[in-house]
């Protein structure tokens, strides 16, 4: 298990919105993922991400609080993402919010344990894309936002987010090659071993999300394929 983000290969992601049972949190704890981030889009509650904190905790699983507003932020986790997306049309979701959260947590915050992540949504028909007002991008338009991210802004993180639906792996191929340091997340629509093994070809890390509450037992399968592979 790696308990450094810059490691991380396989990532789970738990929606605080969803119901998920002590047996199958446990398994995807237990799993060997590399990590477990907290997020969602719609319904994120402080009851809900600290009732899946406590639960979280029982293991020694690295675990992540992807900020999805401010109501929901909660101290306890290893590490805290901080999504700024880069292709939304509201400078809101790109400067508005983070700049108030920092306005009020400034002195609580340790930006040891705080990574930005340059997302761009890629699924016009995912929540994500619709709530923060995105503009489809084009395959040069994702280049250039992930130069953006590692040249501009020096984001630990571009997030390729095609949350709900399988992306285009040659887009994720020609995504990896504009970047050196920044590392390269991917997630969306993993279904199967093929799909997270083809992703991860060229993405850093590949988050499961929706998966784990859809086919547990295969979920849990994507952990080995990612790992598997690297040996
Ligand atoms: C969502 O990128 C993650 O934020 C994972 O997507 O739920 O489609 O697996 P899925």
Same mark, same amino acid.
């Given at each position: 298990?790696?308990?450094?983000?810059?490691?991380?290969?396989?990532?789970?992601?738990?929606?605080?919105?969803?119901?998920?049972?002590?047996?199958?949190?446990?398994?995807?704890?237990?799993?060997?993922?590399?990590?477990?981030?907290?997020?969602?889009?719609?319904?994120?509650?402080?009851?809900?991400?600290?009732?899946?904190?406590?639960?979280?905790?029982?293991?020694?699983?690295?675990?992540?609080?992807?900020?999805?507003?401010?109501?929901?932020? *909660?101290?306890? #986790?290893?590490?805290?993402? $901080?999504?700024?997306?880069?292709?939304?049309? !509201?400078? @809101?979701?790109?400067? %508005?919010?983070?700049?108030?959260?920092?306005?009020?947590?400034?002195?609580?915050?340790?930006?040891?344990?705080?990574?930005?992540?340059?997302?761009?949504?890629?699924?016009?028909?995912?929540?994500?894309?619709?709530?923060?007002?995105?503009?489809?991008?084009?395959?040069?338009?994702?280049?250039?936002?992930?130069?953006?991210?590692?040249?501009?802004?020096?984001?630990?993180?571009?997030?390729?987010?095609?949350?709900?639906?399988?992306?285009?792996?040659?887009?994720?191929?020609?995504?990896?090659?504009?970047?050196?340091? *920044?590392?390269? #997340?991917?997630?969306?629509? $993993?279904?199967?071993?093929?799909?997270?093994? !083809?992703? @991860?070809?060229?993405? %850093?890390?590949?988050?499961?999300?929706?998966?784990?509450?859809?086919?547990?037992?295969?979920?849990?399968?994507?952990?080995?394929?990612?790992?598997?592979?690297?040996?």
């Amino acid at each position: 298990m790696n308990y450094s983000l810059h490691e991380w290969n396989h990532i789970f992601k738990l929606d605080p919105a969803k119901e998920i049972s002590d047996e199958d949190l446990d398994a995807i704890c237990e799993s060997g993922t590399d990590a477990v981030i907290v997020g969602g889009t719609d319904g994120v509650t402080l009851d809900g991400v600290l009732d899946l904190l406590s639960r979280i905790r029982r293991h020694t699983v690295p675990c992540a609080l992807e900020i999805a507003n401010m109501e929901s932020i *909660t101290p306890g #986790f290893d590490y805290y993402l $901080i999504p700024m997306v880069m292709n939304s049309t !509201e400078k @809101k979701w790109m400067m %508005d919010l983070q700049h108030q959260a920092i306005k009020e947590y400034r002195e609580l915050l340790d930006w040891d344990e705080m990574f930005v992540e340059g997302y761009c949504i890629l699924n016009e028909d995912s929540k994500a894309f619709q709530k923060t007002k995105c503009d489809m991008p084009d395959a040069e338009d994702v280049e250039a936002y992930a130069h953006m991210a590692e040249h501009v802004f020096h984001l630990p993180i571009f997030y390729m987010e095609y949350s709900g639906t399988y992306g285009a792996p040659e887009l994720v191929k020609r995504v990896k090659s504009q970047l050196q340091h *920044t590392k390269l #997340f991917y997630g969306g629509g $993993i279904e199967n071993n093929f799909q997270v093994r !083809e992703m @991860k070809e060229y993405a %850093d890390a590949v988050i499961v999300g929706n998966l784990i509450y859809d086919n547990i037992k295969q979920a849990l399968k994507t952990v080995k394929a990612v790992h598997s592979n690297k040996e």
